[in-house]
């Protein structure tokens, strides 16, 4: 079934639903467009930068690495 059947078929389906499942569908389409990303504080957007530069010079602990140091514990 391709995409506009796909959506044809969920037009359909939407006019036979209750009140309640409407409003649950329009709060899934609602949080769904929205950008996380945007929502962080300063600090937070800047931690994740610098996350991101660590990575890239592959300066990071391997999760192996750390999942051994912490076994005892497991």
Do not use: C
Request: aromatic share 8%; no cysteine.
């Amino acid at each position: 079934m391709n995409l506009a059947t796909r959506k044809y078929n969920l037009i359909q389906e939407l006019t036979t639903i209750d009140e309640s499942l409407l409003e649950k569908l329009e709060l899934i389409l609602k949080t769904s467009k929205k950008d996380w990303f945007t929502d962080l504080t300063a600090e937070e957007k800047q931690e994740i930068e610098i996350g991101l530069k660590q990575a890239e010079n592959e300066d990071f602990i391997s999760p192996e690495t750390v999942m051994n140091r912490f076994a005892k514990w497991h």
